[in-house]
Structures are given as structure tokens and as C-alpha cells.
């Protein structure tokens, strides 16, 4: 019965090919920050799609559960439901993709509004093609004109408060992602504006040191500090490149071989990775800066930063190992800038990038992985 009607209706291939036809998205800058601020996910994204088709058969499930009857024929019920659900739930989301670009230039308020009166559009202009099919079916003879009303009735009924709740969600979601972006924001200037005290003044130190007895090398040094503090205090953008990430890495591990003469040795393995790899700035310094201070200077002989990384099908590894002298309140550290610099990869990658952690041997080891593309 259920592949009967199934096979006259085809409603989610319907769905599913105008999805597919607007997958893409606006590609200018003005579009794509149109698109962020607004509160609708992208119910083109194909997994988006399977999370509507799940809520969709969870609640028809629980129709089927409620409706009078249902022990008679409980799967032909639940097929049926499940069928003229998931008709709905997909012709909805179709609609949602093909008109996310337009709604996006709304305020949210306004876009919530008309996302809702769009969804009833679509359950009462599919309610009323189900139950003209069903009236002429020879599948439902119980079926008659005069249950027209109250079919549509219980349909938009089902269909207002499930969606209210559903856009509720969303829009309660939206409002949480953007607190973190904030909060992330926060971090990173919080974090690009701290410095060690001990750190400038050692480099000042060290430079005052180096005007007489190697002028040169104390411009150098200099030149790298300014451009560290210029890399630390830029706030303008949320992004930058692997390149220049690396380049404010160096320069730091410049001045501090400066201080820590051969007791620094850095080791360096980077060359399958691919410069203009998009990451979020300041990754990497903190990360170095934690190995050599809690690492590297207990130590009195020092020790080897490794620096290595690899891509490989669209994931990039960064490894950043160094020696520790022990377990104390020093090399423990707070870990604020891990947690920091994990976060903001997550929010800038989702669920594709991530900080790990681990001490084996003497020898303490941070993992950052997120999208990367090997050199061409």
C-alpha cells in the first residue's frame, strides 16, 4: 500500500532535486555575510536534510502512537503518516534552501516570520494534494469530501505548533553560536594583547645588551619584536595564513634563541603543508611560547622544539612536541591558551579541527588539527 501510493506521489525526490538545484550559495562577500546573520541553517547541506527527515519520522512515530486505532494496522499506519510527513518535512526544507538567500537580506525577526507562514504555505498546499489523491484512491475508502475540513484543520494544526517549535530552536541556536563568536572574540583579544611582562623585558634586555657588541643583530632583533607586537595587537580580522602565522612564529623564536643562546633548538618540518592555508591568527605563538617557557627554560641544558606537520585528504596536523623537566606548577600551567586556541579553531571549523594534548617519556605534545591543503 505504501509503495502503491509512494510511487504516484514521489515526494521526496521532488524535494530532494529542487534542493540540489540551489546547493549554491552566493559566492560575493556582501552575500556571504548576509547568509551568516541570518538565523537559518543551510537546509541544503545534506546533512542538515537528514536531520530533517529524522524529526520528521520521530514525529510521525509519535503520531502514529496517539491516532485511534493504530494497533489495527500499525506499520500500514505509521507508513502512511511517515510518507505524508516526510512529504512535507522535505518539500519545506526545499523551499527553506531555494529561499534562504532572499530571506537572509531580513532582519531575523521579519526572516522567522516568513520562514513560518512559508512552512503552513507548504503543509496546506500539500495537504490538500494528499487528500485529493486519497479521496480518489480506491486505498482509503473511509476516506470522504466531507473530512476535508477537519484533515486540513488537524494538519496545519500539527504543522503551527511543530514548527513554531522547530524555527524557536534555530533561532534560540543561532543566538548561542553568536555568543560564542563573541566570547572567541574576546579571547583573541585578550590573547593577542597578553605578552609576558618578563618576556618584553628580557627582550629589551637583551637588545640593550646587543647595541654594543652587535648592532646589527640588535636591529634584527628589533625589527622581530615590532613585528610581533604589530601580528599581536592587529585585531582587524579573523583569519590569516599559515605563511604569516608561521612568519610572527619565527620571529618570536628569533628573539628568544637571542636570550636562550644554545640551551634553544628548533627543529623544523613543515614543507608539505600549503602557505595559504586559511587558520585563525595566533595559533601557533602561544603554543611556543608555553614550550619554551614551561618546557625548555627549567631546563638547564634546554632542549629541541619539533615543529613538524602533514596534509593529508583535506586535513592538516600541526605537531609541536618539547622536553619537559616534570610535573610542577610551572610546566602543569593553566592551559587558558590551549583551551583558547581550541576553541576558536572549533568555531572557525566545526567539529573538523581540535587541540590535543598528551606527555610521554619526558616529552609534552600538542596536536592541532583542522582543513588544510597539502603544497602543490
Not at 346 to 368: E, R, W
Amino acid at each position: 500500500m505504501v509503495s502503491l501510493l509512494f510511487s504516484r506521489l514521489q515526494p521526496g525526490d521532488a524535494g530532494m532535486k529542487l534542493g540540489v538545484m540551489y546547493m549554491r550559495q552566493p559566492t560575493d562577500q556582501r552575500g556571504i555575510e548576509q547568509l551568516e546573520r541570518c538565523f537559518l541553517p543551510n537546509f541544503c547541506d545534506v546533512r542538515m536534510v537528514f536531520v530533517v527527515v529524522i524529526i520528521a519520522e520521530l514525529l510521525a512515530l509519535i503520531i502514529t502512537l496517539v491516532s485511534p486505532g493504530v494497533l489495527d494496522d500499525p506499520w500500514g499506519n505509521l507508513g502512511m503518516i511517515s510518507l505524508f510527513m516526510q512529504w512535507i518535512a522535505l518539500t519545506s526544507a526545499a523551499v527553506l534552501c531555494i529561499g534562504r538567500s532572499l530571506l537572509s537580506r531580513l532582519e531575523n525577526t521579519a526572516a522567522a516570520v516568513v520562514s513560518y507562514l512559508l512552512v503552513l504555505l507548504v503543509t496546506a498546499v500539500v495537504s490538500e494534494l494528499a487528500f485529493r489523491l486519497m479521496v480518489h484512491s480506491a486505498l482509503f475508502p473511509e476516506i470522504t469530501v466531507d473530512d476535508h475540513a477537519v484533515f486540513l484543520l488537524r494538519s496545519l494544526t500539527i504543522s503551527t505548533v511543530i514548527s513554531a517549535i522547530v524555527l524557536r530552536y534555530l533561532y534560540i541556536q543561532f543566538q548561542w553560536r553568536e555568543q560564542l563568536k563573541t566570547e572567541a572574540s574576546a579571547r583573541v583579544q585578550a590573547l593577542q594583547a597578553r605578552i609576558r611582562p618578563h618576556f618584553l623585558f628580557n627582550s629589551l634586555n637583551t637588545i640593550a645588551s646587543l647595541t654594543r657588541s652587535d648592532p646589527a643583530l640588535a636591529e634584527t632583533a628589533i625589527e622581530d619584536l615590532s613585528d610581533l607586537f604589530r601580528a599581536s595587537l592587529d585585531s582587524n580580522h579573523d583569519q590569516t595564513t599559515l605563511g604569516e602565522e608561521l612568519t610572527v612564529a619565527r620571529r618570536y623564536l628569533n628573539i628568544e634563541s637571542l636570550r636562550l643562546g644554545v640551551r634553544l633548538s628548533v627543529a623544523w618540518d613543515l614543507d608539505d603543508l600549503s602557505l595559504e592555508t586559511a587558520v585563525p591568527p595566533l595559533i601557533l605563538q602561544p603554543l611556543l611560547e608555553n614550550a619554551i617557557y614551561h618546557g625548555i627554560e627549567p631546563l638547564p641544558q634546554g632542549g629541541i622544539i619539533h615543529i613538524a606537520g602533514h596534509s593529508q585528504d583535506g586535513n592538516l596536523e600541526i605537531v609541536i612536541s618539547n622536553p619537559v623537566a616534570g610535573i610542577s606548577k610551572r610546566t602543569s600551567g593553566t592551559r587558558i591558551a590551549q583551551e583558547n586556541i581550541r576553541q576558536r579553531l572549533q568555531i572557525a571549523f566545526g567539529a573538523q579541527a581540535d587541540l590535543l594534548t598528551s606527555m610521554s617519556d619526558g616529552v609534552y605534545t600538542v596536536t592541532l588539527k583542522m582543513p588544510g591543503a597539502a603544497k602543490q
